[in-house]
Nanobody, 117 residues
Framework: QVQLVESGGGLVQPGGSLKLSCAAS????????MGWYRQAPGKERELVAA???????KYADSVKGRLTITRDNVKNMVYLQMSSLKPEKTAVYYC???????????WGKGTQVTVSS
């Protein structure tokens, strides 16, 4: 069973950048497609970026050009580089498998990203 710990969030000014990390423990990490999900206040959690075991990436239209997802299958890590951040991108960011239903409802604690001056 995979367990996930997100980190790297914080307060950043509009236009700034931030890199999130996700440490995955458990077996078979390399077999899963992974994704970063975002949940803004009062909104549904949404998938914003995904990466296959072979590192093929896909992004939501709303974030193309501003997010880069990568993974390190040796270190069992998934990363999300965010740039040109806007206040409306304030949210809790989670990593999970893609689709997240693979882990039967499991979610890590997420990491809070606040974009504000």
């Amino acid at each position: 069973q995979v367990q996930l710990v997100e980190s790297g969030g914080g307060l950043v000014q509009p236009g700034g950048s931030l890199k999130l990390s996700c440490a995955a423990s458990g077996s078979n990490f390399n077999l899963y497609a992974m994704g970063w999900y975002r949940q803004a206040p009062g909104k549904e959690r949404e998938l914003v970026a995904a990466v296959t075991p072979g590192c093929y990436t896909k992004y939501a239209d709303s974030v193309k050009g501003r997010l880069t997802i990568t993974r390190d299958n040796v270190k069992n890590m998934v990363y999300l580089q965010m740039s040109s951040l806007k206040p409306e991108k304030t949210a809790v960011y989670y990593c999970n498998t893609n689709p997240h239903t693979i882990l039967l409802g499991y979610w890590g604690k997420g990491t809070q990203v606040t974009v504000s001056s």
